[in-house]
């Protein structure tokens, strides 16, 4: 009857491990595939010299429906002024983009261990600088 006892306490406790290992497997395919469609937008504002309306909706349309969430989650700040490359390296050729979603839930089982669902949560943000290909005409 111990044994039981000590079973019935233990058991949930391994339970949130193997969960939180398929909770984790989960936020990292999602940061992947959010890191690959920033890298596209950026190729493609690398060309045009800025990212453009066009670029950044299907950039964000994509981020919608990979992580299930709605556009005013999502935190931009992009170079949307073109840029022009130059003869030698400069600053004003540089274009910057970060973008930023929240990752939820962090942690499974968390209501077991004192966390709210508030708190369970973070922002990811992927930020970088490329130099602009395009030329003057």
């Given at each position: 009857?111990k044994q ?6 233990v ?8 969960t ?8 990292f ?12 937008a ?8 800025c ?5 950044t ?6 981020i ?27 600053q ?9 979603v ?10 077991m261990?004192g966390?709210s ?19 003057r005409?």
């Amino acid at each position: 009857m111990k044994q039981f006892i000590v079973l019935m306490a233990v058991l949930p406790l391994l339970l949130v491990f193997l969960t939180q290992y398929t909770l984790d497997q989960k936020n990292f395919d999602q940061i992947q595939q959010l890191q690959e469609i920033v890298y596209q937008a950026k190729e493609q504002a690398k060309q045009e010299g800025c990212f453009t309306i066009s670029i950044t909706n299907q950039m964000v349309n994509r981020i919608k429906t990979c992580f299930s969430i709605d556009g005013d989650s999502i935190q931009l700040e992009l170079d949307t002024v073109p840029k022009y490359r130059t003869q030698q390296f400069d600053q004003r050729e540089l274009i910057h983009y970060r973008v930023t979603v929240p990752i939820e839930p962090l942690m499974a089982g968390n209501r077991m261990f004192g966390i709210s669902d508030d708190e369970n949560s973070s922002l990811y943000s992927v930020e970088g600088w490329t130099a602009s290909e395009r030329l003057r005409d």
